[in-house]
């Protein structure tokens, strides 16, 4: 879930002092050995780093039944916020990879996570987005993950749908289908709009505003900084992906109703 002061904040420590973040990751990538950066360098989400990856870590098991041969794809591991708690969990029949499109971070991970073990990689992909990526090359509606087909039992996507326009949202959900095995899970996290959520927003943080693209929006000038959808095109999109939801969909706490989790909602499907 995003907090948008504290993601503000480190965003504008980087966009005032771009060289001087820049050497200062480059160098806590080079030293030490530890996994879990500093909290000025969680970019991805602005919460604490340990707190947000356990959460998600939790959810893949509880909800995924992520267990420890799992192949597992992270779309958008950011910072490596959930990898780091794979790190133990998997076995070596197990593996673990992830790509973002900052180069920050898939750096990071690779330097901190995927040195220590051999069955994670990371990857950097050049996709446009205008809230984080806004010189990107390759367009995120019709870009290929780079991965084989039905090769990976396990693909989770947090927060990062969140910040796709449809066209790049129903891609995704398709290159998913396309990398899972049959009968493979995913679970992909969501700012659902449905009755209850439109009753809380309001007197929430994320108070999202319809356009006229079917999607909704807190900052219309930069819709990608954080998308809702409604559900029934969530559904219709999954339907299209060849992917069948596995359970009710798991409302979260973002609108402020009572959500059965934290954050946003979480949509967990199996590959037909």
């Given at each position: 879930?995003?907090?948008?002061?504290?993601?503000?904040?480190?965003?504008?420590?980087?966009?005032?002092?771009?060289?001087v973040y820049r050497i200062l990751f480059?160098?806590?990538?080079?030293?030490?050995?530890?996994?879990?950066?500093?909290?000025?360098?969680?970019?991805v989400g602005g919460e604490q780093y340990h707190e947000l990856g356990l959460g998600h870590f939790r959810n893949l098991c509880g909800i995924a039944g992520a267990v420890a041969d799992d192949r597992v794809l992270d779309v958008g591991c950011g910072i490596g916020r959930v990898a780091v708690h794979f790190m133990d969990y998997l076995n070596s029949a197990g593996r673990y990879d992830g790509f973002d499109i900052v180069a920050l971070g898939v750096d990071w991970c690779n330097r901190r996570i995927a040195r220590r073990r051999h069955n994670f990689r990371f990857r950097y992909v050049d996709l446009y987005n205008a809230e984080y990526n806004p010189s990107g090359q390759l367009d995120a509606a019709t870009f290929k993950f780079p991965y084989e087909d039905?090769?990976?039992s396990l693909v989770f996507a947090t927060s990062v749908l969140t910040h796709l326009l449809p066209g790049a949202a129903l891609n995704y959900l398709k290159e998913i289908s396309r990398v899972l095995e049959p009968g493979g899970r995913s679970l992909v996290t969501f700012f659902v709009i449905n009755s209850e959520s439109r009753r809380h927003m309001p007197a929430s943080a994320f108070d999202f505003?319809?356009?006229?693209?079917q999607f909704w929006t807190m900052v219309p000038d930069n819709p990608e900084a954080a998308i809702a959808f409604d559900e029934n095109l969530i559904r219709d999109m999954y339907r299209q992906a060849n992917l069948e939801l596995q359970s009710p969909i798991h409302y979260?706490?973002?609108?402020?109703?009572?959500?059965?989790?934290?954050?946003?909602d979480i949509v967990l499907a199996a590959k037909r």
């Open positions: 879930m995003v907090i948008p002061n504290a993601r503000v904040e480190i965003r504008d420590f980087a966009v005032r002092h771009p060289r480059k160098l806590f990538c080079r030293l030490g050995t530890n996994p879990r950066p500093p909290q000025l360098f969680n970019f039905a090769c990976f505003q319809p356009t006229n693209g979260g706490s973002w609108s402020g109703r009572n959500g059965a989790v934290g954050g946003q």
